[in-house]
Each structure stands twice: as structure tokens, then as C-alpha cells.
């Protein structure tokens, strides 16, 4: 490798996804202290690694267009004379991209039809679970001689950042204390019912006297109305509303976070804000790859044990059978 070395991550699917792919970041940063380290990520998430300050620059892959994306990307990529990649989400087009554009070090599972585009392998399978996400990212370090490294998440907000969060705050009239409710998944997961959050919203505002806010994408505006309406519109629906580095700046200062597992969801663990999340027993959706790392505690869920009758179903009735009761609890729980 060059003396400084130019490390590239690929990860292009979603949004939580790509915060549980930066203690590799960070991992590197540490071995390496000079290196540079890029992502690759897609467009809409992207914006989350400027608050990262062991990220150098980011690379977004949906501006190359579909037609021409392995061509362009390769061409790219030969540009930036990277010394090494990880396909920490492996694909055969960005694989093939990776091998056209003569990166030496390309690192990726060794589970694949085109795992023979990657020069050092790692054998693990991902789907039973049996590590968090996060693990299973520093996981691909291995070749490169780091092992055992620590899941660490970290931020940025300058000064900048934060007169502009608080001039938004005052406009949306947003006060601490508040906590934020996000009652969608982006169809990545199960969901628990809207009349459940709801509820939870409800006890949060009359009995805890406590600000509610909204948070969703613009696609998800359904969802947050019915909650502000059986609100009495008492919550702050911010639905569509906030860029990714304003909807970091609103959970850093939250008091909870209530969600499912969701891109928003790892962003507050990213902040260290207290969560309370919803998850189904199903293998591929568990906690224990998906949740907030480190708050297993923090998880409901209706049963421990797989559940069959929901696995191929986007309607999962073991996500109705957690109670309001029991996330009323837990949130007082994290509260106190």
C-alpha cells in the first residue's frame, strides 16, 4: 500500500445500514492513523457521513445512472488510485466495478457466485443471526491483520450546525424536553400498529406533559397525521420536513426515541440518545443483527421464538401483541 493509504466502504443499500457500517471508519482510523477512508453509499443517505469525523469524503453511487454505473464507477474510481476496498454490501455490479478499475486490495464475502472478483476473502454467513450487524461489518477488517475491534459510533456538530438546528427549533417551536416518535420502517421491517404509537404518544403528552414530535419521510405523512390527530394535534409532525443532518440534530437533543428498526432508529443510537424499539421474532428481522447495538434491553418484542405464520408477511400479528402497556413501562423506564 502507498504511505497513506485510501481505503474505500461500499455500502449502498439503506440508511441504518450505512451507520452500522462507520465503526469500520473508525476501526481503520485507529490502525491507520494517516489513511483516508471513503464510502460509497447511496444518494438519499449520504448526507449522514458529513457528520462523521473519521469519514474523508463520500462517493454517491445512484448519480452514475443505472446503464452506465459499473462503467463509470470503474472509471471513477481509477481516479481516486484507492488501495483498498471493502464490500461490506457485496454486489456483482459494484464487484465487477471494483475489479475493472484495478483496486489491489479488494476485500468481500467469500459466499458469492462472484466472490472470485474479491483477492481476500471472508467466509461467514450473515442470515442465522449469530452477530449484530456492526460485528459482522468489522469482521470483513480481518485480513487487513485488525481484529477484535470495539463497535465505537461517532459524531460531529460544529458551531455552524447547531445555530442553524436552533434556528429550526424555534420556528417549529420545538422546546426541550421532547421525544420523537417515528412510526414507520420504510417497509425494511414489521411495523407496530399506528393506534399503539398512538397511544404511547398520547400518554406521553397528557401524563408526562412531555413535547411529541413526528418524524418520517415524506411518503410516510399518513402516518404521522393520524398520530397527530388523536393527539389533538398537541405533536410536532416534522414528517418530510428535515434534511438528515437536521433529523441528527433533533434526536441529539431528544430525551427518547420510540421507533421501529429503521434507519432513524440507528441514527439515534449513533447520537447515544435512549431508545425503545420494536422488533418482530423473525430470524432475518432479529434484534440481534438489527437493533440499537448495545440495547438489547431496549427491545420489545411479543415472543422470543421464530415465528412462522408472519416470516412472509408484511402484516405481522406478533407486532400487534406488544401491548402499549409494556412500551408505556419502558419508556417511564428510560425516562427516570
Same mark, same amino acid.
Given at each position: 500500500?502507498?504511505?497513506? +493509504? ?7 443499500? /439503506? ?6 457500517s ?7 482510523? %485507529?490502525?491507520?492513523? +494517516?489513511?483516508e477512508?471513503?464510502?460509497l453509499?447511496?444518494d &438519499?443517505? #449520504? ?8 469519514v ?16 463509470? =464507477?470503474?472509471?471513477l474510481? /481509477?481516479s &481516486? ?9 457485496? /454486489? ?9 478499475a484495478?483496486?489491489p ?10 466472490? #472470485?472478483l ?8 450473515r442470515?442465522?443471526?449469530r452477530?449484530h ?14 481484529i ?8 460531529r456538530?460544529?458551531a455552524?450546525?447547531?445555530q442553524? =438546528?436552533?434556528?429550526?427549533?424555534? +420556528?417549529?417551536? =420545538?422546546?426541550?424536553? &421532547?421525544?420523537v ?6 417497509n ?7 393506534e399503539h404509537?398512538?397511544a404511547?404518544? #398520547? ?17 410516510e %405523512? ?7 390527530? +388523536? ?12 434534511? =438528515?443532518?437536521?433529523l ?23 447520537m ?6 420494536? &422488533? ?32 412472509n ?13 409494556a ?10
Amino acid at each position: 500500500m502507498s504511505t497513506t +493509504q485510501r481505503f474505500l466502504l461500499s455500502r449502498t443499500d /439503506r440508511l441504518g445500514d450505512l451507520v452500522l457500517s462507520t465503526p469500520v471508519a473508525t476501526a481503520l482510523k %485507529k490502525e491507520f492513523p +494517516q489513511c483516508e477512508v471513503f464510502f460509497l453509499a447511496r444518494d &438519499y443517505a #449520504a448526507e449522514i457521513l458529513d457528520l462523521h469525523p473519521h469519514v474523508d469524503g463520500v462517493l454517491r453511487v445512484d448519480s452514475l445512472g443505472e446503464a452506465l454505473r459499473a462503467k463509470a =464507477l470503474a472509471k471513477l474510481l /481509477r481516479s &481516486y488510485d484507492f488501495d483498498a476496498v471493502l464490500a461490506l454490501y457485496p /454486489r456483482p455490479e459494484l464487484a465487477w466495478a471494483f475489479y475493472r478499475a484495478a483496486i489491489p486490495l479488494r476485500l468481500g464475502t467469500g459466499y458469492r457466485w462472484f466472490s #472470485a472478483l474479491f483477492n481476500q476473502r471472508v467466509y461467514e454467513h450473515r442470515k442465522d443471526a449469530r452477530r449484530h450487524e456492526a460485528e459482522y461489518n468489522l469482521q470483513l477488517l480481518r485480513p487487513l491483520g485488525i481484529i477484535n475491534s470495539r463497535v465505537e459510533f461517532h459524531y460531529r456538530f460544529d458551531a455552524l450546525h447547531e445555530q442553524a =438546528l436552533a434556528e429550526k427549533m424555534a +420556528q417549529w417551536n =420545538l422546546r426541550e424536553p &421532547y421525544v420523537v416518535l417515528h412510526p414507520g420502517s420504510g417497509n425494511s421491517a414489521r411495523d407496530w400498529p399506528l393506534e399503539h404509537f398512538a397511544a404511547l404518544a #398520547a400518554h406521553l403528552s397528557r401524563e408526562r406533559k412531555l413535547q411529541v414530535v413526528l418524524t418520517g419521510s415524506a411518503q410516510e %405523512k399518513a402516518l404521522t397525521e393520524f398520530i397527530q390527530t +388523536q393527539t389533538a394535534g398537541r405533536a410536532i409532525d416534522l414528517a418530510g420536513r428535515l434534511s =438528515l443532518t437536521e433529523l441528527a440534530g433533533v434526536l441529539r437533543h431528544a430525551a427518547l426515541f420510540a421507533g421501529n428498526s429503521s434507519g432513524p432508529l440507528h441514527v439515534a443510537r449513533m447520537m447515544a440518545v435512549p431508545v425503545l424499539a420494536f &422488533y418482530p421474532p423473525i430470524t432475518a428481522c432479529r434484534p440481534e443483527r438489527w437493533g440499537p447495538y448495545g440495547c438489547r434491553q431496549d427491545v420489545l418484542m411479543s415472543r422470543e421464538e421464530e415465528c412462522r405464520r408472519c416470516r412472509n408477511s408484511n402484516e405481522c400479528a406478533c407486532m400487534r401483541e406488544i401491548t402499549v402497556a409494556a412500551a408505556i413501562a419502558k419508556a417511564e423506564e428510560k425516562l427516570r
